[in-house]
């Protein structure tokens, strides 16, 4: 059974740092051609935040560029990101996603990122 569980979201004030992690299932972690971070702010559409590709490859939306950084731990099954100078506009429910063979997608449940005073 495919499974993706996310965490380390919680409340942190503007220019704090969070870290989060997704912890997957062996047998998707080891075939996904690629695991991403998107998030989804009230009121707007899911965002794409960052990717990891297999090999190593990342990627960032411009608007986290230099503050977000993606990685995975494939003897932990489990991809993070770590979030540094977070934001007011940060905040959002961070999900994870696996891209599998076939073009299939897994999701988490989400956690949910707060950045306030």
């Known amino acids: 059974q495919v499974q993706l569980v996310e965490s380390g979201g919680g409340l942190v004030q503007p220019g704090g740092s969070l870290r989060l992690a997704c912890a997957a299932s062996?047998?998707?972690?080891?075939?996904?051609?690629?695991m991403a971070w998107y998030r989804q702010a009230p009121g707007k559409q899911r965002e794409l935040v960052a990717v990891?590709?297999?090999?190593?490859?990342?990627n960032y939306a411009d608007s986290v560029k230099g503050r977000f950084t993606i990685s995975r731990d494939n003897a932990k099954n489990t991809m993070y990101l770590q979030m540094n100078s977070l934001k007011p506009e940060d905040t959002a429910v961070y999900y994870c996603?696996?891209?599998?063979?076939?073009?299939?997608?897994?999701w988490g449940q989400g956690t949910q990122v707060t950045v306030s005073s």
């Open positions: 996603k696996a891209l599998a063979p076939m073009s299939r997608e897994y």
């Open positions: 062996r047998s998707i972690f080891n075939i996904a051609a690629s």
């Open positions: 990891i590709i297999r090999g190593g490859t990342t």
